[in-house]
């Protein structure tokens, strides 16, 4: 599709290239394999978001699998879209991730118990501009995460993150935990290690009016 104008929530688009490549195929009409999928969005000829992935899954079994990664341009995306509150010059987003779904009852197909789980990493880097009231200069960040949900069960096996901006370290975190959707019961734990002014300044220069934050490690 060229020179693409459309609405997308409310945000007017122009003067963009979609392309879409599918390919796939149906084994015995019970499992469905997607070999490939792509997806390309261009804004004045420039890269502005790629998804692209493989998947599978029986029609039968219930069991399924998606691979996808994604990679946007934070400037070309915030101009693209028109976000009032986000200003890029520059910065990129990175997605993998990995979708899996197990049907742990495979003769009950009415209420089958489900063991799915999701995995992958968000990588943000080199992020100069503004959201809102908040400036950041060479901002970046990764999270590594894991979770599973197992019938009522749900569980965070791996939730960890490292920040850091103008090339310098800003702390890390990491987070687990588990939640019972029935009982509506779980609990949480988490974890903060080196956090200092080089994350929190972006936040707090708001708040101090303009002067400069000096922060102690925590």
């Known amino acids: 599709m060229a020179d693409l104008s459309a609405n997308l929530a409310g945000r007017k688009i122009e003067q963009s290239d979609l392309s879409i490549t599918v390919r796939g195929g149906m084994d015995d009409f019970n499992k469905v394999q997607l070999d490939e999928y792509n997806i390309r969005l261009l804004r004045q000829n420039q890269p502005v978001l790629a998804v692209s992935g493989t998947g599978s899954y029986e029609l039968k079994a219930k069991n399924a699998s998606l691979d996808t990664k994604l990679d946007a341009s934070l400037a070309d995306l915030a101009t693209l879209l028109s976000l009032p509150d986000l200003k890029a010059s520059s910065g990129t987003v990175k997605l993998s991730a990995r979708v899996v779904q197990s049907n742990l009852t495979p003769n009950n197909t009415n209420n089958p118990i489900l063991d799915q789980s999701v995995s992958g990493s968000v990588l943000l880097d080199n992020f100069t501009g503004q959201y809102s009231a908040n400036r950041f200069e060479r901002f970046g960040g990764s999270v590594d995460f894991d979770a599973q949900k197992k019938d009522q069960a749900v569980e965070i096996r791996k939730l960890v993150g490292a920040l850091n901006q103008e090339g310098r370290g800003a702390g890390s975190f990491a987070v687990s935990g588990n939640y019972n959707v ?29 002067h400069d934050a000096r922060l102690r490690q925590y």
């Open 182 to 210: 029935a009982g509506r019961r779980g609990d949480a734990r988490a974890s903060v290690l080196d956090l200092n002014q080089n994350a929190l300044q972006p936040f707090l220069a708001p708040l101090l009016g303009g």
